[in-house]
């Protein structure tokens, strides 16, 4: 069965990341799609972990009864389960690191910046005095929308609270905790394929979560204001952090000027792949799981 589960998550990697990229191209039901990349992921590593201490528990059982054990498979599985002890500390120290460095800059932009009273948003707002027009969130204790004097010169009010409202939908779905999450189990062991394959997953969520925080501010303002502020503030934002200009700008713009589309057959693709990831596994514990009680069941 362990051997089962490293080939399931072999391929939801190899061949459901391809058809997931595809599929969520044109940024259709962006919601939608941000969940089932990221229940790929926790899939991938559920099988890995829930493999791996199945080989552990026969190497085990094998050592109880005294039996000889495979050299290369139990060097492989010793290898196996100090990597995943490994990548899992160095998970929950990069977890940490990235949120006193987002806590320490949130508090230090409260120090350096005024404040802006925007009664429509009850996330703060913070203004820096910069000549380049830029504006992000920062998540920490207690998140804050950061803008740039230059980006309140060029926008008009409307299009500033569309800005606005992008940067606290952003914070008011928690995104920076979830692609904290990812980037952060990307660093964890930057060396393993399987991590590389998480900046993949990233880059795809931080996508998606932006054309999600889009459609909430295009929903209170307006497509256009929404546009007109990608298009004015369409430099780069700081690393890490989550901005209106922030990733594929040109997408996502074409994808507000185009209007919305709901498209039936992106949102079952989006459902197959859940179920595919969710249930090939269980089926192949609920299939062991019945072959070890059948002897009990019916004698």
Not at 7 to 16: D, G, N, S
């Amino acid at each position: 069965m362990a051997v089962l589960l490293f080939a399931h998550a072999l391929l939801m990697v190899l061949c459901a990341t391809p058809m997931l990229r595809r599929v969520t191209r044109a940024g259709i039901a962006p919601g939608l799609g941000t969940a089932v990349w990221l229940t790929v992921l926790a899939c991938v590593l559920g099988s890995v972990v829930t493999a791996l201490a199945l080989a552990i528990l026969v190497l085990v059982g094998v050592l109880e009864a005294s039996r000889p054990i495979p050299a290369a498979a139990f060097v492989a599985t010793v290898v196996l389960a100090v990597l995943v002890v490994v990548a899992g500390v160095r998970w929950v120290r990069a977890l940490r690191r990235m949120r006193a460095r987002a806590d320490e800059h949130a508090d230090a932009l409260r120090l350096l910046g005024r404040r802006f009273d925007c009664d429509r948003l009850a996330t703060d707002v913070v203004v820096l005095e910069a000549d380049r027009p830029a504006a992000y969130c920062v998540a920490g204790r207690r998140g804050i929308v950061v803008v740039t004097s230059a980006a309140m010169a060029a926008l008009d009010p409307v299009t500033l609270r569309a800005v606005l409202a992008h940067e606290a939908a952003h914070l008011d779905g928690r995104h920076p905790l979830l692609l904290t999450v990812v980037r952060g189990l990307a660093a964890a062991f930057p060396g393993l394929p399987g991590m590389r394959w998480c900046h993949t997953v990233a880059r795809e969520v931080g996508r998606l979560l932006e054309m999600s925080a889009d459609d909430a501010a295009a929903r209170r303002h307006g497509v256009a204001s929404v546009l007109s502020g990608l298009l004015t503030l369409s430099g780069a934002v700081p690393s890490g952090a989550l901005g209106a200009s922030g990733q594929d700008v040109v997408a996502r713009a074409e994808r507000l000027a185009a209007g919305s589309r709901r498209c039936l057959r992106v949102r079952i693709s989006l459902c197959a792949i859940i179920v595919f990831a969710f249930g090939i596994p269980v089926v192949i514990v609920l299939a062991r799981a019945v072959g070890a009680l059948g002897p009990l069941v019916w004698p």
